[in-house]
C-alpha cells in the first residue's frame, strides 16, 4: 500500500492477511458479540425495569449491526 501526503510518498506498506485469519478473527468477534447478548439478555431478566430495557434494547440494536458487517 502506497500511503502518500500531500502529493508525496511517505511510506510502502505490504499488508498481507490470509483468509484464515481474516476467518479466525471473524469467528473470535462473533463468539465475542454472542457472550455479550447472552450477558446482556441475563442482566434484563435480572433487571426488569423501564430504563434498563431502553439501554438493553440500544445495545442488542447495535450487536445486531455489527453482526450483519461481520
Known amino acids: ?17 490470509s483468509q484464515i485469519e481474516l476467518w479466525e478473527i471473524k469467528n473470535a468477534i462473533k ?6 447478548r447472552e450477558f446482556i439478555d ?12 431502553k439501554s438493553n434494547r440500544t445495545l442488542i440494536l447495535m450487536l445486531e449491526s455489527i453482526e450483519k458487517i461481520i
Not at 463468539?31 to 455479550?36: G, N, S
Open 31 to 36: 463468539r465475542k458479540l454472542k457472550k455479550e
Open 42 to 53: 441475563e442482566m434484563y431478566t435480572e433487571n426488569q425495569d423501564e430504563e434498563f430495557e
Open 1 to 17: 500500500m502506497n500511503i502518500e501526503f500531500n502529493g508525496k510518498s511517505i511510506a510502502n506498506y505490504k499488508l498481507e492477511v
